[in-house]
């Protein structure tokens, strides 16, 4: 893939704010939660960069490659915590807006799963991540990370 546009270069200062909010947002909440969704709404919009990115920051805070592998399948897979269920069901609901799925079931299962302040933070990051979707979908961009460079994948 190459880069049709280098964001950062075209809009530093705003791109330096918009990192800042992200990494701000992502650390509001539990780091393997936030992996999960940022993978999840990331296979929804088949962001390869993310998808790439993600995985290989979810492997290294711990992640285990069995959770990694079954999150396109969440739902059937028995090793999510109801807390991880309701985070994927809201970050599904969130990402996929225009296919008119109804997102009362995934609000209800938020609300019990998480405060109403953790409930803006987990909204926060499901926005965060489909921003950088779109980013790196609509501009082709691709980070590499220690695995792609040492199999030596070309960007």
């Known amino acids: 893939m190459t880069a049709t ?55 290294a805070k711990g992640e285990t490659e069995d959770r990694i592998y079954l999150l396109s399948a969440w739902r059937e897979a028995p090793c999510y915590t109801e807390r991880e269920r309701a985070a994927l069901a809201w970050t599904e609901a969130l990402t996929t807006l225009s296919t008119g799925h109804p997102q009362e079931a995934a609000r209800l299962d938020l609300q019990a799963a998480f405060t109403e302040e953790e409930q803006v933070k987990l909204t926060l990051m499901i926005n965060v991540i489909n921003g950088w979707n779109r980013l790196a979908v609509g501009f082709g961009l691709w980070i590499e990370t220690p695995a792609t460079r040492a199999q030596g994948v070309a960007a």
């Open 5 to 59: 546009l280098d964001p950062f270069a075209a809009a530093p200062a705003l791109m330096k704010k918009w990192t800042a909010v992200s990494a701000d947002i992502a650390a509001s909440l539990e780091p393997s939660l936030i992996e999960l969704v940022k993978i999840r709404a990331s296979q929804l919009n088949a962001c390869a960069n993310c998808i790439n990115m993600h995985t290989a920051e979810a492997r």
